[in-house]
Each structure stands twice: as C-alpha cells, then as structure tokens.
C-alpha cells in the first residue's frame, strides 16, 4: 500500500512565477491536510480538504493560494505569483475518514519550494 | 488558542545512552491528544508515539517512552539506547480531541537530536 505522495519534491520558481503541489493520498484515503513548514519552524496548518470540498482554510493566506482536491486526481496546492517569503516546505497528510481519537494523520515525504 | 513550547533548539546524546526531549504546551481543554513526531534528513515525517490526555498511563514504543505530566502541561519524550538512526529533528505536536478543529496539529519548532558514535 503506497504511502501519501507528493510531487514534485523541489521546485524551483521565480518571483512572480506560479508553483503547483501535488498531494495524491494514500488509498482508500478520502480526507487531504496540507501544512507549511518555514525554515526553522513547526509544521503550520494551511487547509483541509475533503473530495470536492473545502472544509478549512483558515490557514492559508488570503491571497496568491488556492487549494483543491477533486473527484478524480490528487490534491493541488497553488500558489499565484510567487514571493520569496513562500520559500518553504510543503506537507500533505492524509486520513481515511474524519480524524478520531488518536487515529493518524499520514503524511508525504514534502515539496520544498525555493522562489528564486 | 493552542501553543507548543520545545525549549531545547538542539541536544545531543551519545549512542547507547537516554536522552530526553520536552515538550510543554499551552491549552484551556481537558481533552486532547499529543504526539512526537520524527523528521530525518529525508524530511519525511513519521509518528514516533501517541498520548491520549484522558489516559494517566504513560505511552511506551520500544526504546522511546514519554513522561505526561497533565497539571504542567508537560509531556517529555525519552529515548534509551540511542541509535544512530535515531538522529533527526523530533517535534512535538498538540491535537484537539472535541469541536470543530480536531483535524488541526499544532506542532513546537522542533528539537535537533545528535546521536555521537
């Protein structure tokens, strides 16, 4: 059972540049969290999504991000006109079902974004 | 909101001895649960061990255990034996277990664990 992938792992872009992460779940795994990690810093959390809904965007910044998970195909994150500032690395974890007691959240292996 | 102090940026420990990381975090709930997770070079994060707050028996995993202290707030993790695999960043990591956020983790900075040969 192949683990929650994500791709590309780095990503280069320029400023101005848009960046688009892929999450593609683990199997069976309807439920998609991504989170942000700065240098330095604790993973953050950016939105949860489940199949075709946004269910928590709290966050994400309110401009340039944009998240989505279809019906069919992986979890997207995108960020519109890249900063320096959005330098970072990018998780996406995944669970089967609505998270209870200490049910995990499984997660990639992480895109590094650098914005040149 | 929740918060979650690691106070120790780096620790080091020499291979075959303990080592203890801590955790203390900030919150206005009784029930919730608390993680360590482990983030190797490869950057990928794996969960290490799990704590139930409601729980007074503390977690163990093989060679990694934690000590829950639920009035401070405090929940340490030791490592004994220490390998050198288990060289990595540890962060500790805080979930709600009631409302409408109980998806959420909100994770320290993270400790930088050095394992000497």
């Known amino acids: 059972n192949a683990g929650v992938m994500q791709n590309p792992r780095h990503l280069v872009r320029r400023r101005g540049q848009e960046a688009r992460l892929r999450c593609s779940p683990m199997?069976?795994?309807?439920?998609v969290y991504w989170y942000r990690q700065l240098p330095e810093e604790g993973l953050k959390f950016m939105v949860y999504l489940q199949k075709e809904n946004i269910i928590d965007e709290s966050g994400m910044p309110k401009e340039r991000f944009s998240a989505e998970f279809p019906k069919e195909g992986p979890s997207i994150l995108r960020i519109q006109q890249v900063v320096r500032g959005d330098s970072a690395a990018y998780f996406c974890?995944?669970?089967?079902?609505?998270?209870?007691?200490?049910?995990?959240?499984?997660f990639g292996p992480g895109t590094r974004l650098t914005v040149l | 909101a929740q918060t979650v102090t690691q106070s120790q940026p780096e620790m080091s420990v020499q291979e075959a001895e303990t080592v203890t990381l801590s955790c203390t975090y900030d919150?206005?709930?009784?029930?919730?649960?608390l993680f360590w997770y482990k983030q190797p070079p490869s950057r990928q994060m794996i969960l290490v061990i799990r704590q139930e707050a409601y729980k007074q028996q503390n977690a163990t995993e093989n060679r990694f255990s934690v000590n829950f202290q639920k009035a401070a707030k405090s929940f340490s993790l030791k490592i004994s034996d220490s390998q050198l695999g288990d060289a990595a960043m540890y962060f500790c990591a805080y979930r709600s277990a009631s409302g409408g956020s109980n998806y959420k983790l909100t994770f320290g900075k993270g400790t930088l664990l050095t394992v000497n040969p």
């Open positions: 919150t206005s709930e009784s029930d919730y649960y």
């Open positions: 974890a995944s669970s089967p079902n609505e998270l209870a007691g200490l049910n995990e959240q499984f």
């Open positions: 199997k069976g795994h309807s439920h």
